[in-house]
Protein backbone atom coordinates (compact mmCIF):
# COMPACT_ATOMS: atom_id res chain seq x y z
CA UNK A 1 0.00 0.00 0.00
CA UNK A 2 1.10 3.63 -0.77
CA UNK A 3 1.89 5.34 2.13
CA UNK A 4 -0.58 8.42 0.84
CA UNK A 5 -3.06 5.41 1.17
CA UNK A 6 -2.11 4.15 4.18
CA UNK A 7 -2.43 8.09 5.86
CA UNK A 8 -6.67 7.70 4.70
CA UNK A 9 -7.34 4.55 5.55
CA UNK A 10 -6.20 4.48 9.10
CA UNK A 11 -9.46 5.00 11.24
CA UNK A 12 -10.62 4.17 14.74
CA UNK A 13 -11.87 1.23 14.87
CA UNK A 14 -14.65 -0.20 16.47
CA UNK A 15 -16.01 -3.09 15.21
CA UNK A 16 -13.52 -6.38 14.76
CA UNK A 17 -13.87 -9.95 13.62
CA UNK A 18 -12.82 -12.83 15.70
CA UNK A 19 -10.08 -13.86 13.49
CA UNK A 20 -6.73 -13.36 14.91
CA UNK A 21 -4.14 -11.62 13.00
CA UNK A 22 -0.23 -14.06 12.80
CA UNK A 23 2.65 -13.62 15.08
CA UNK A 24 4.06 -12.33 11.58
CA UNK A 25 1.64 -9.16 11.59
CA UNK A 26 2.30 -8.75 14.86
CA UNK A 27 6.01 -8.97 14.84
CA UNK A 28 6.04 -6.07 11.61
CA UNK A 29 3.46 -3.97 14.09
CA UNK A 30 6.36 -4.18 17.46
CA UNK A 31 8.67 -4.01 14.48
CA UNK A 32 7.35 -0.16 13.53
CA UNK A 33 7.22 0.36 17.31
CA UNK A 34 10.89 0.09 17.20
CA UNK A 35 11.39 1.83 13.82
CA UNK A 36 9.31 5.04 15.32
CA UNK A 37 11.55 8.45 15.97
CA UNK A 38 12.12 8.26 18.97
CA UNK A 39 14.84 8.92 21.82
CA UNK A 40 16.25 5.81 23.46
CA UNK A 41 17.44 6.81 26.79
CA UNK A 42 13.35 6.43 28.00
CA UNK A 43 12.33 3.30 29.63
CA UNK A 44 10.18 1.38 27.66
CA UNK A 45 8.05 -1.78 27.56
CA UNK A 46 5.66 -3.07 25.10
CA UNK A 47 2.58 -6.01 26.33
CA UNK A 48 1.13 -7.55 23.92
CA UNK A 49 -2.07 -9.11 25.41
CA UNK A 50 -4.20 -11.68 23.26
CA UNK A 51 -5.54 -13.30 26.78
CA UNK A 52 -9.12 -12.69 26.80
CA UNK A 53 -9.29 -13.18 30.72
CA UNK A 54 -6.66 -9.86 31.40
CA UNK A 55 -8.52 -8.11 28.69
CA UNK A 56 -12.06 -8.84 30.74
CA UNK A 57 -9.90 -7.96 34.03
CA UNK A 58 -9.08 -4.54 32.31
CA UNK A 59 -11.89 -3.94 31.20
CA UNK A 60 -13.52 -4.85 34.90
CA UNK A 61 -11.11 -2.25 36.10
CA UNK A 62 -12.40 0.20 33.44
CA UNK A 63 -16.30 -0.48 34.17
CA UNK A 64 -14.96 1.01 37.61
CA UNK A 65 -14.61 4.45 36.52
CA UNK A 66 -16.79 4.74 33.51
CA UNK A 67 -19.92 3.02 34.20
CA UNK A 68 -20.67 4.14 37.36
CA UNK A 69 -23.77 6.69 37.88
CA UNK A 70 -21.92 9.72 38.71
CA UNK A 71 -19.01 9.20 35.98
CA UNK A 72 -18.27 12.48 34.69
CA UNK A 73 -17.24 10.50 31.55
CA UNK A 74 -19.68 7.96 30.74
CA UNK A 75 -18.34 5.18 28.27
CA UNK A 76 -19.74 2.04 27.30
CA UNK A 77 -18.11 -1.35 27.40
CA UNK A 78 -16.18 -2.92 25.96
CA UNK A 79 -13.69 -0.81 26.13
CA UNK A 80 -11.36 -3.05 23.88
CA UNK A 81 -14.14 -3.64 21.03
CA UNK A 82 -13.54 -7.26 21.53
CA UNK A 83 -10.34 -6.48 19.34
CA UNK A 84 -8.11 -9.70 19.27
CA UNK A 85 -5.05 -7.97 19.94
CA UNK A 86 -4.49 -5.44 22.71
CA UNK A 87 -1.18 -3.81 22.22
CA UNK A 88 -0.09 -1.85 25.82
CA UNK A 89 2.79 0.72 26.06
CA UNK A 90 4.25 1.25 29.95
CA UNK A 91 7.43 3.17 31.22
CA UNK A 92 8.87 4.87 33.92
CA UNK A 93 7.28 8.80 34.24
CA UNK A 94 9.60 10.73 36.02
CA UNK A 95 8.90 12.04 39.36
CA UNK A 96 7.64 16.04 38.99
CA UNK A 97 7.48 16.41 42.52
CA UNK A 98 11.35 15.42 43.61
CA UNK A 99 12.57 16.29 40.18
CA UNK A 100 13.11 19.96 38.90
CA UNK A 101 13.40 19.00 34.88
CA UNK A 102 11.02 16.07 34.80
CA UNK A 103 8.17 18.10 33.35
CA UNK A 104 10.55 18.78 30.52
CA UNK A 105 11.36 14.94 30.33
CA UNK A 106 7.69 14.00 31.10
CA UNK A 107 6.74 16.03 27.86
CA UNK A 108 9.61 14.37 25.70
CA UNK A 109 8.24 10.74 27.28
CA UNK A 110 4.88 11.47 25.60
CA UNK A 111 5.75 12.76 22.28
CA UNK A 112 8.08 9.46 22.15
CA UNK A 113 4.75 7.15 23.01
CA UNK A 114 2.77 9.51 20.41
CA UNK A 115 5.48 8.56 17.70
CA UNK A 116 5.38 4.84 18.34
CA UNK A 117 1.75 4.27 19.13
CA UNK A 118 1.01 5.97 15.51
CA UNK A 119 3.91 4.36 13.79
CA UNK A 120 2.12 0.61 14.88
CA UNK A 121 -1.72 2.26 13.98
CA UNK A 122 0.05 2.98 10.22
CA UNK A 123 2.07 -0.65 10.18
CA UNK A 124 -1.22 -2.39 11.10
CA UNK A 125 -2.79 -0.56 8.29
CA UNK A 126 -0.57 -1.30 5.61
CA UNK A 127 -1.32 -4.96 6.58
CA UNK A 128 -5.20 -4.51 5.93
CA UNK A 129 -5.47 -4.53 9.80
CA UNK A 130 -7.92 -2.44 11.46
CA UNK A 131 -6.75 -0.29 15.09
CA UNK A 132 -7.88 2.15 17.30
CA UNK A 133 -5.85 3.83 20.52
CA UNK A 134 -7.41 3.21 23.48
CA UNK A 135 -6.84 5.21 26.93
CA UNK A 136 -10.01 3.88 28.57
CA UNK A 137 -8.39 1.22 29.65
CA UNK A 138 -4.93 2.56 30.47
CA UNK A 139 -6.23 5.05 33.12
CA UNK A 140 -8.21 2.91 34.67
CA UNK A 141 -4.84 0.60 35.86
CA UNK A 142 -2.88 3.39 37.44
CA UNK A 143 -3.75 2.50 40.82
CA UNK A 144 -4.49 -1.56 39.81
CA UNK A 145 -1.45 -3.74 40.31
CA UNK A 146 -3.60 -6.49 39.89
CA UNK A 147 -4.37 -5.84 36.29
CA UNK A 148 -0.91 -4.33 35.79
CA UNK A 149 0.30 -8.06 36.38
CA UNK A 150 -2.03 -9.82 34.78
CA UNK A 151 -1.42 -7.95 31.40
CA UNK A 152 2.18 -8.22 31.67
CA UNK A 153 3.72 -4.51 32.46
CA UNK A 154 6.90 -4.27 34.56
CA UNK A 155 7.15 -3.52 38.31
CA UNK A 156 7.37 0.19 38.40
CA UNK A 157 6.32 0.94 35.08
CA UNK A 158 2.95 2.64 34.50
CA UNK A 159 0.85 1.90 31.19
CA UNK A 160 1.40 5.31 28.60
CA UNK A 161 -0.47 4.50 26.33
CA UNK A 162 -2.54 1.17 24.20
CA UNK A 163 -4.29 0.48 20.75
CA UNK A 164 -5.91 -2.39 19.68
CA UNK A 165 -5.84 -4.36 16.58
CA UNK A 166 -7.50 -6.85 14.49
CA UNK A 167 -9.35 -7.66 11.27
CA UNK A 168 -12.47 -5.28 10.60
CA UNK A 169 -16.05 -5.94 10.82
CA UNK A 170 -15.90 -4.08 7.08
CA UNK A 171 -13.47 -2.07 4.94
CA UNK A 172 -11.80 0.76 6.19
CA UNK A 173 -13.06 3.97 4.56
CA UNK A 174 -10.82 6.28 2.81
CA UNK A 175 -11.12 9.54 5.18
CA UNK A 176 -10.37 12.87 3.66
CA UNK A 177 -8.35 15.57 5.12
CA UNK A 178 -10.26 17.97 7.24
CA UNK A 179 -8.39 21.26 7.33
CA UNK A 180 -10.68 22.43 10.34
CA UNK A 181 -9.14 20.39 12.62
CA UNK A 182 -6.12 22.34 12.96
CA UNK A 183 -5.27 26.19 11.67
CA UNK A 184 -2.14 26.26 9.95
CA UNK A 185 -0.19 29.34 9.85
CA UNK A 186 3.22 30.03 7.86
CA UNK A 187 6.01 32.18 8.31
CA UNK A 188 7.90 32.75 5.04
C1 LIG B 1 -4.69 9.63 23.16
C2 LIG B 1 -5.87 8.93 22.53
C3 LIG B 1 -6.71 8.18 23.33
C4 LIG B 1 -7.81 7.51 22.76
N1 LIG B 1 -8.61 6.74 23.56
C5 LIG B 1 -9.68 6.13 23.03
C6 LIG B 1 -10.50 5.31 23.82
O1 LIG B 1 -10.25 5.08 25.01
N2 LIG B 1 -11.58 4.72 23.23
C7 LIG B 1 -11.87 4.92 21.91
O2 LIG B 1 -12.87 4.38 21.46
N3 LIG B 1 -11.10 5.69 21.12
C8 LIG B 1 -10.01 6.30 21.64
N4 LIG B 1 -9.19 7.04 20.85
C9 LIG B 1 -9.47 7.18 19.42
C10 LIG B 1 -9.99 8.60 19.09
O3 LIG B 1 -11.32 8.70 19.50
C11 LIG B 1 -9.83 8.83 17.58
O4 LIG B 1 -8.45 8.80 17.26
C12 LIG B 1 -10.39 10.16 17.14
O5 LIG B 1 -11.77 10.14 17.29
C13 LIG B 1 -10.05 10.47 15.69
O6 LIG B 1 -10.53 9.48 14.83
P1 LIG B 1 -9.56 8.74 13.81
O7 LIG B 1 -8.49 8.06 14.64
O8 LIG B 1 -10.43 7.75 13.10
O9 LIG B 1 -8.96 9.74 12.89
C14 LIG B 1 -8.07 7.66 21.38
C15 LIG B 1 -7.19 8.40 20.58
C16 LIG B 1 -6.10 9.02 21.14
C17 LIG B 1 -5.15 9.79 20.24
Known amino acids: ?????????????????????DDSAIQKILDAALLAPIVHFHKLHLSVVTN?????L??????????RPD??????RPYLYNAPVWIILSGVKYDESTNSQAKLMNNNLFWNVGSI??????????????SCGINT????????????KAVGIPEGYDA?????????????????????????????
Open 52 to 56: KDAMN
Open 1 to 21: MELEKVLTHRVSTRKYNDRMP
Open 117 to 130: IENMELQATELGLA
Open 71 to 76: AAIKMP
Open 58 to 67: AEDAADEIFA
Open 137 to 148: TVVAMANRPDVK
Open 160 to 188: LASVIIGYPDSPLPERKVKPEFIPVSYVK
